[in-house]
């Protein structure tokens, strides 16, 4: 159903979460996409590769059906599958820039990415400014003549603010520069950034796109034909790639990614409505509020708002800490986008990178990752927390 290149846009995005670059193997009529755990591929004769594969870092054909699936979803030409988010951070970074260029990053960045542009990055010649991605008069102002690109990130982690993408890719575009957005926290079921006009897409499949907190893994999605070709080159020549069986995990839970996110997005919701209202709660982070700054943005730019939650708790950082030691349904942990309910505190755990930075959140800052779970027992489970 597909020309196993994530070209096929006629189906919805359900079917081509399920189907798209997966069609039967044709050596065993195998449903699905097998797991094709080999590090070298045979050549009938010297340079000859009947189905284009040679080694594994090159391109594997479980790899393969990610990517393009990845490609059909995204509404891109081409999918690129990394060992981690972060390795499709670097490589796109590297593969793109130069030393002596400039980027602009979020000024609530994900702690990873900015640790990577302040402490690896810079050390190589990149430089960057932290702005404000909300206002683009900000925006504008810092942009540079080396400014190469514009890295985005909506909703943000872990205050959820919204970024105007179709905004933002105008400013980029008529600077000469880039937008590349991380659609790591609404996915591509959400929220589409090729189609409001930015270059690439990148993704902590590990989140969302996985889905069950199993595996490790990013991507980058583009559209135009030279920026896949340096994505291609700087993916096989840097290594970062995701292996056959992570692909595979990564590949099952795009499958379900569409009825997933929409449970996370109604359990959301209602936790939502739950934080508002509480007594111990003094301000939620959510973009489908009302009040939001970024709601309008947010409800012409994507299908619902999103599984993730964040609030600060009155009584500073102990009864932040208090409400996290406390759940017993939201497992206190790292990470998102799984099925299972998280609870964490950003400014102990994974934002401890930004403390003293311009990137510091708040110390009474709780983050959600909202899961699938009977939504009853997530209310229960935060009213107990919180009491
Ligand atoms: C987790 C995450 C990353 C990094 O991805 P890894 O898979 O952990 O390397 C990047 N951006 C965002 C928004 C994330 O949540």
Known sequence: MTDGKGAETAHGFETLAIHAGQDADPSTGAVITPIFQTSTFRQPTVGELPAGYDYSRAGNPTRAALEDCLAALEGGTRGFAFASGMAATDTYLRAVCRPGDHILIPNDAYGGTFRLVDRVLRRWGLDYTPVPLSDLAAVRAAIRPETKLIWCETPTNPLLGIADIAGLASVAHEAGAQL????????????QPLNLGADAV????????GGHSDVVGGAVVVRDAHLA????????????VAGPFDSWLALRGLKTLAVRMDRHCANAESVVQLLVSHPAVTEVFYPGLENHAGHEIAAKQMRRFGGMVSFRVRGGQDAAVAVCDKAKVFTLAESLGGVESLIEHPGLMTHSSVAGSELEVPDDLVRLSVGIESVEDLRADLTQALG
């Open 202 to 209: 990148v993704h902590s499949t590990t989140k969302y796109i």
């Open 229 to 240: 070709d340096d994505i291609a080159f700087h993916l096989k020549s840097m290594g970062g």
């Open 180 to 191: 590349v957005v991380d659609n790591t926290f609404a996915s591509p079921y959400l929220q």
